[in-house]
C-alpha cells in the first residue's frame, strides 16, 4: 500500500537504514512514520530570469509559462521568438539543464503546428536534442522554424521599439546582424535546485554539490546511493534530467 500526505511538509527525520521514524505535519497536525527506507525525489524548479525585460513586459515569458498559454489557447500572437541558456552555462551556473532544448523544440512544433503562417526562432549556443529527440529537431527544421546560433560573447538584445519587442542577434552564419520582431518572447531559464533542498540535505545528514544538488556516494560505483546507509536518491533533485533517465534512474 502506498499512503500520500498531501500539502505536508517534514519536522524531522531520526533513526537508521531499517528503522527511521519521520516527523510530518499536516492540517495543523502531525504524524510519525515508520519506514526502513529513504528516497530523496523532490525533484526542481525553474529559475527566474533576470534579463532580456523578464518581469518588465508581460509578452517576455518562460518555457514553462508559453506551454500553459497554448495549453489555455490565450492569444500571444503569430510572432515568437525563443532564447536558449538564460542563466544557465555561465559563471553562476555553469551546467546545462539538459531539457530545455527538447522544451523548446517541443513548444515551438506545437505552435507552428497550429497555424504553419507562424513564425518561430530559436537562438541557442547548441542545440541539446539527444537521443530520439533528434526527431523533433529535424522535425522542427523540415517545418520552417528557424534556428539561429549565438555567441555567449555577443548575446542577444531585447528593446521594445515603438512599442514592439525586437530582439537583435548577430548571426555567424549570415555574418551580419539580425533584428527580429516577436509578439512573444520565451526564455528558457535554468533548472535549480528546490529551495527547501539545503533544509533536508541537513535533516538527513546528506551532501550537495556545489550547484546544490544532492550528491551521489560515488559517481560509477554508487550512483543513486548517498554515504548514509539507507538513503536514495532519484530524478531531478540529483541533477536536470529528461522524464524517462529519472524513470531509469529510479529502476
Known amino acids: 500500500n502506498i499512503d500520500a500526505h498531501l500539502d ?9 537504514v531499517g528503522n527511521f521514524s519521520t516527523t510530518i505535519s499536516a492540517n495543523g497536525s502531525e504524524t510519525t512514520v515508520e519506514h526502513g527506507a529513504v528516497i530523496v525525489a523532490i525533484g526542481a524548479e525553474e529559475g527566474t530570469p533576470t534579463e532580456y525585460l523578464f518581469g518588465e513586459d508581460p509578452r517576455v515569458v518562460t518555457q514553462l509559462q508559453f506551454e500553459q498559454i497554448l495549453e489555455a489557447g490565450d492569444e500571444i500572437g503569430s510572432r515568437v521568438v525563443m532564447i536558449q541558456c538564460v542563466g544557465s ?3 553562476e551556473r555553469p551546467y546545462c539543464s539538459r531539457v530545455c532544448c527538447s522544451q523548446a523544440v517541443k513548444n515551438a512544433l506545437r505552435f507552428k503546428g497550429e497555424d504553419p503562417s507562424r513564425s518561430v526562432t ?9 537521443g530520439k529527440r533528434e526527431d523533433l529537431y529535424t522535425r522542427a527544421r523540415e517545418m520552417g522554424i528557424r534556428f539561429v ?15 514592439a519587442l525586437t530582439v537583435g542577434v548577430d548571426d555567424p552564419v549570415l555574418g551580419q546582424r539580425l ?13 535549480i535546485p528546490p529551495s527547501s533542498a539545503e533544509e533536508l540535505a541537513q535533516m538527513l545528514k546528506v551532501p550537495l554539490n556545489v550547484d546544490r ?14 554515504a548514509t546507509d539507507g538513503v536514495f536518491l532519484c530524478g531531478m533533485a540529483h541533477s536536470p534530467k ?5 524513470v531509469s534512474q529510479a529502476m
Open 89 to 91: 552555462r555561465d559563471d
Open 122 to 130: 530559436i537562438i541557442y549556443r547548441d542545440i541539446r536534442t539527444y
Open 149 to 163: 546560433r549565438y555567441d555567449p560573447e555577443s548575446k542577444p538584445e531585447v528593446a521594445i521599439v515603438d512599442g
Open 8 to 16: 505536508a511538509s517534514l519536522v524531522s527525520i531520526d533513526g537508521s
Open 242 to 246: 529528461l522524464v524517462e533517465e529519472s
Open 179 to 191: 533584428n527580429l520582431g516577436a509578439d512573444t518572447l520565451v526564455l528558457a531559464p535554468p533548472v
Open 213 to 226: 544538488f544532492f550528491l551521489e556516494a560515488h559517481m560509477k560505483l554508487r550512483p543513486i546511493d548517498f
